[in-house]
Antibody
Framework: EVQLVESGGGLVQPGGSLRLSCAAS????????MTWVRQAPGKGLEWVSV???????YYADSVKGRFTISRHNSENTVNLQMNTLTAEDTAVYYC?????????????WGLGTPVSVSS | DIQMTQSPSTLSASAGDRVTITCRAS??????LAWYQQKPGKAPKLLIY???NLESGVPSRFSGSGSGTEFTLTISSLQPDDFATYYC????????FGQGTKVEIK
């Protein structure tokens, strides 16, 4: 059974850092592209970052230069290092997987981990 | 960046109603369009991919159509479990979501 479990969220002060982790089971993260999508309180969904199976990474303009996505194949996890956080980064962060060279898009999502940036 | 606009933002309907949600892209996304259902406190659930393909396990009362810049999600007969928020998503260039359509009980 495919499962994604996010962790690492919490309360952080503006300018601070957090590292989110997404633990996958039932599939191998290195064979898929993995994304982070966030949802601010009461708002819609916003794509944040992707890491492809080949290792290429891309970011939304809103986080470029501040966030870094990485993958740890031996642990079957994907991480999101978030630096220089602002109140606008407050959201629930979801990880989701996608299949390359497929007609499908993000088909499995985790339950999310909340991040709150406040002093 | 490709912008996605859904209408309406809120839809009041009764069980058994036929419901249609529209999604418009700021430029052509071909058929690279998906629909998700999200309930409070839950992750989004994929319903439709490539504009009209039903995800495995999703009831056949859900259907999608369209291409280019205009897309629709139709629920043929609304069931109690369908009251939720629905998002369209383009995946032609990265991923962009519409602002959501909340389907509420009339």
């Amino acid at each position: 059974e495919v499962q994604l479990v996010e962790s690492g969220g919490g309360l952080v002060q503006p300018g601070g850092s957090l590292r989110l982790s997404c633990a996958a089971s039932g599939f191998t993260v290195s064979s898929y592209y993995m994304t982070w999508v966030r949802q601010a309180p009461g708002k819609g969904l916003e794509w944040v970052s992707v890491i492809y199976s080949g290792g290429s990474t891309y970011y939304a303009d809103s986080v470029k230069g501040r966030f870094t996505i990485s993958r740890h194949n031996s642990e079957n996890t994907v991480n999101l290092q978030m630096n220089t956080l602002t109140a606008e980064d407050t959201a629930v962060y979801y990880c989701a997987r996608g299949i390359g060279d497929s007609e499908k898009t993000l088909d499995y999502w985790g339950l999310g981990t909340p991040v709150s940036v406040s002093s | 960046d490709i912008q996605m606009t859904q209408s309406p933002s809120t839809l009041s309907a009764s069980a058994g109603d036929r419901v249609t949600i529209t999604c418009r892209a700021s430029e052509s996304v071909s058929s690279w369009l998906a629909w998700y259902q999200q309930k409070p406190g839950k992750a989004p659930k994929l319903l439709i991919y490539k504009a009209s393909n039903l995800e495995s396990g999703v009831p056949s009362r859900f259907s999608g159509s369209g291409s280019g810049t205009e897309f629709t999600l139709t629920i043929s007969s609304l069931q109690p479990d369908d009251f939720a928020t629905y998002y369209c998503q383009q995946y032609y260039t990265y991923w962009t979501f519409g602002q959501g359509t909340k389907v509420e009980i009339k």
